[in-house]
């Protein structure tokens, strides 16, 4: 049975930094052809879930959308089964619930990655409040 258990939010003031952590259970992390893709999400009250970034366990890739782009540095430790999400030089407008989330759904096209629709699995959510 896949379970994603996330962690790490919180209050930060702006220009502050925070790692989410997302814990997996049911599958691996390490390296294998038939392995997830683990996606970072957030969303706000009244707008749609918003994709972050994600990580392949395939082959190690990794993809950045939006505002994720410069700042959030994703990664995994397979030992651990673990993801994490690295936010650094955060914004008042990162405030949000964040999400991690599983797929086992290959695609040619990996902004395909970015849509919620697209993954099977999600983990509780991890609140983050970034305000002074």
């Known amino acids: 049975q896949v379970q994603l258990v996330s962690s790490g939010g919180g209050l930060v003031q702006p220009g502050g930094s925070l790692r989410l952590s997302c814990v997996a259970s049911?599958?691996?992390?390490?390296?294998?052809?038939?392995?997830?893709?683990i996606g970072w999400f957030r969303q706000v009250p009244g707008k749609e879930r918003e994709g972050i970034s994600a990580?392949?366990?395939?082959?190690?890739?990794?993809w950045y959308w939006n505002s994720a782009k410069g700042r959030f540095t994703i990664s995994r430790d397979s030992a651990k089964n673990t993801v994490y999400l690295e936010m650094n030089s955060l914004k008042p407008e990162d405030t949000a619930d964040y999400y991690c989330a599983a797929t086992h759904k290959l695609f040619l096209d990996d902004d395909n990655y970015a849509y919620a629709r697209e993954y099977e699995y999600w983990g509780q959510g991890t609140q983050v409040t970034v305000s002074s």
């Open positions: 049911g599958f691996t992390l390490e390296a294998n052809e038939l392995g997830y893709v």
């Open positions: 990580i392949s366990s395939r082959d190690g890739s990794s």
